[in-house]
């Protein structure tokens, strides 16, 4: 601990999971995000863990259920069309009240599309995915430290409320290297307290089942709206984001993930022209910064969202700030990077613009 | 300080291990560093590339989309990096197999005969060495020794004796006006 590592964003995720206290690990390959189970293999082994090379990703999501039926710590990881295939199983795990972890270290799609970085998978990770009425809890990491640090917070949000929880990056995060430092306390499995819902052998204590059905009238709907307690819970209470010079801003940039960084590329080029450019980095997708949005565009003459799909963030942008201020975007998609001196170009035109009406009021 | 790197060539000519090694050397010199891999099918007998930054400030985007230094390892590199260098950047050709010269006029360029430095030192292999060495002194972003020294941690299996030749490479390299 403590030392300061160059890893890949995919080693990172894997590691960081590991030093979450995840112990059960099944997957199947695909790039890129093809290094996660490649580590999984040596390391889940190697801290007394099980590793899985699944048959396929429906095999290796349910194995999932399974094992964290258990209540333990579990992981699962793909790639965008991977991620589309377990979504079925994700579903079952949701409606079970079951908190796995996952990763989808997204690429350009849809189909089968192509191996580069890509953030098409936005809706699919935050309206749900599988089928039914539910919610996913969702962190984007913006970096390699990141995609280190947000598999503990996603097993402790997950366990807390019972939900399955995620990380959304890109083949981009997964690929790159940075240097990182692994600071938090590492989790002895051993040492978590048994969940009262875990099955496992009986010792004399009430029976307990995990399933996602109720079949008796009525009972579908009250485990479906205790559910919704839990997501009302989470939406006021585990909302996280980034700011960086909003406070004197004209004109905010909204970006996750490697779109984020591009902004980072933007916002450096625009301040050292003197434009009063913010950034704002949704962390969590899913609950969305909807009230901080709205409290920034109380102060701002507009944003504009930068994302690497045809734009799906943008949707929630616009929610969240009730059509006060033009909400513009700079889109590239399928595999494709935005770059700094793309961004900067169109934020010189989105401020010479100005305030103006929203855009979809128009 | 800030330096946006790419590095270019065929699959196995350790474009991607330069890239690496770059980024480690920054790294443990106390600067902030990014490695970003071109991945996938182009790999394979096409031309391979990797994005480094070396910066003492926060390293934004990991994908140098405008380079301040290319380090062209082969022929097609050359095409394919020339359109995207900053104005007064740094091109380093490898001469032993890159016949073409650069358009511009507004670069500098540097060129090394990478292949026949490394054959002087009967280690065909590492005449992606000889280039690094060219970039540690022509951009003074890192130095030779920082390279040197992150090298047992990039290559942890190599052997000592092939280490040092890496080394030797580097330091010839540098030598290239």
């Known amino acids: 601990m403590g030392d300061k590592l160059l890893m890949k964003g995919n080693d990172a995720l894997s590691e960081g999971a590991v030093r979450a206290g995840c112990r059960f690990f099944a997957g199947y390959p695909i790039t890129p995000q093809n290094e996660v189970p490649e580590y999984m293999s040596w390391r889940m082994p190697q801290a007394g863990g099980a590793f899985i090379q699944a048959e396929s990703e429906v095999a290796a999501i349910n194995m999932l259920y399974g094992a964290c039926a258990t209540g333990k710590r579990t992981m699962t990881s793909s790639s965008s069309p991977g991620i589309s295939l377990k979504q079925e199983g994700i579903s079952y795990c949701a409606g079970a009240d079951l908190p796995i972890f996952f990763a989808n270290v997204a690429r350009g799609g849809p189909g089968l599309g192509n191996i580069a970085g890509a953030q098409g998978d936005y809706f699919q990770s935050v309206r749900g995915g599988g089928h039914g009425d539910y919610r996913t809890f969702v962190m984007a990491p913006g970096s390699v430290q990141e995609m280190g640090n947000f598999p503990l917070h996603c097993y402790e949000v997950a366990e807390k409320y019972r939900v399955p929880a995620m990380v959304l990056a890109d083949g981009v995060l997964g690929q790159m290297m940075e240097p990182l430092e692994f600071t938090f306390p590492e989790v002895d499995p051993q040492k978590l307290r048994e969940p009262d819902w875990a099955l496992g052998a009986s010792t004399g204590r009430k029976k307990r089942a995990v399933r996602s059905y109720a079949l008796a009238e009525g009972k579908l709907e009250i485990m479906t709206l205790d559910r919704a307690q839990r997501y009302k819970q989470i939406e006021e209470r585990e909302v996280m984001f980034e700011t960086r010079q909003c406070d004197d801003a004209d004109l905010v940039l909204v970006a996750y993930g490697t779109s984020a960084r591009a902004c980072a590329a933007a916002q450096k080029l625009a301040r050292a022209e003197g434009l009063k450019v913010g950034l704002f980095r949704p962390i969590t997708l899913w609950p969305f910064p909807k009230k901080a949005l709205l409290e920034l565009a109380g102060r701002v003459d507009s944003f504009l969202v930068v994302e690497m799909s045809l734009g799906q963030m943008i949707d929630d942008v616009k929610l969240a700030v009730e059509c006060s201020v033009p909400v513009h975007l700079h889109a590239r998609c399928a595999g494709a990077i935005p770059t700094g001196e793309d961004i900067f170009q169109q934020l010189q035109a989105v401020l010479k613009a100005g305030k103006g009406e929203c855009i979809c009021c128009k | ?177």
């Not at chain 2, 600067?31 to 926060?58: D, I, L």
């Not at chain 2, 082969?74 to 016949?99: D, H, Q, T």
């Open chain 2, 1 to 177: 300080m800030y330096q946006g790197i790419r590095i270019s060539g065929f699959g196995g000519q350790g474009i991607i291990s330069s890239g690496i090694l770059l980024a480690y050397a920054g790294m443990l010199d106390g600067k902030n560093v990014s490695f970003f891999p071109a991945y996938g099918a182009e790999m394979r007998g096409g031309t391979a590339n990797c994005s480094v930054v070396v910066s003492s400030e926060e390293v934004t985007t990991p994908v140098v989309s405008q380079p301040d230094t290319v380090i062209i390892m082969n022929e097609p590199s050359l095409a394919k990096f020339e359109p995207l260098l900053k104005p007064g950047g740094l091109m380093i050709i490898n001469s032993s197999l890159v016949n073409s010269r650069p358009k511009r006029s507004d670069i500098k360029v540097v060129l090394i005969p990478c292949n026949e430095v490394a054959a002087e030192l009967k280690a065909p292999r590492i005449a992606n060495m000889a280039a690094l060495g060219c970039f540690c002194r022509h951009t003074g972003a890192l130095s030779v020794e920082a390279v040197a020294k992150a090298m047992p941690k990039v290559f942890k299996r190599a052997k000592p004796e092939m280490l040092a030749l890496n080394v030797a490479a580097l330091r010839k390299g540098a030598e290239f006006n």
